[in-house]
């Protein structure tokens, strides 16, 4: 069974500009969480999705946004990037919400 | 609100001697814990839980971990650990009842094992 794929692997972008990162659950999963990655404040819970709904959202501004389509697949968006927004973006797929969750490899975002 | 404290950032440890890497959490709720483990650049893999049950679990590579509720500590240990076990190590937890899709992390412990 294939695991949690996350596209693209590396990101290089420049400030203002905006970024869309894809995450692909496994097969049968249907909730789907992010997390943001970084060295200074660790790992952080961005979003939660489950059948196309949003369920919990961290504290995160609002130029940080997602969306979860019909196949499961989720997307997040960040726009106007800032140097902060430097991280590995981790995507986590589960069967539903109470389940455990499974992480994918990471999409690494660089904003020069 | 959810929050962990890993208390050592960096353990460095020989090989076979044992570890034990230091979890306490604080909650207004009960919780479900957890121990994650990521290799460099790769994700997180799940490396133990506790939902309910009995306090002790156990991991199938040889770690254990303890929930103690009075001390709100959930502590990951080994009796021997191996090179392959250098890793960073995440201690996790949710509300019990809410959603496992929305943890809270610690900052992470690296575990470093020289020969």
Known sequence: KAGVTQTPRYLIKTRGQQVTLSCSPISGHRSVSWYQQTPGQGLQFLFEYFSETQRNKGNFPGRFSGRQFSNSRSEMNVSTLELGDSALYLCASSLDPTAEQFFGPGTRLTVL | ?115
Not at chain 2, 108 to 113: E, F, Y
């Open chain 2, 1 to 115: 609100a959810q929050s962990v404290t890993q208390l050592d950032s960096q353990v460095p440890v020989f090989e076979e001697a044992p570890v034990e890497l230091r979890c306490n959490y604080s909650s207004s709720v009960s919780v479900y814990l957890f121990w994650y483990v990521q290799y460099p650049n790769q994700g997180l893999q799940l490396l133990l839980k506790y939902l309910s049950g009995s306090t002790l679990v156990e991991s199938i590579n040889g770690f254990e971990a303890e929930f103690n509720k009075s001390q709100t500590s959930f502590h990951l240990r080994k009796p021997s650990v191996h090179i392959s076990d250098t890793a960073e190590y995440f201690c996790a937890v949710s509300a019990m009842g809410g959603s496992q899709g929305n943890l809270i992390f610690g900052k992470g412990t690296k575990l470093s094992v020289k020969p």
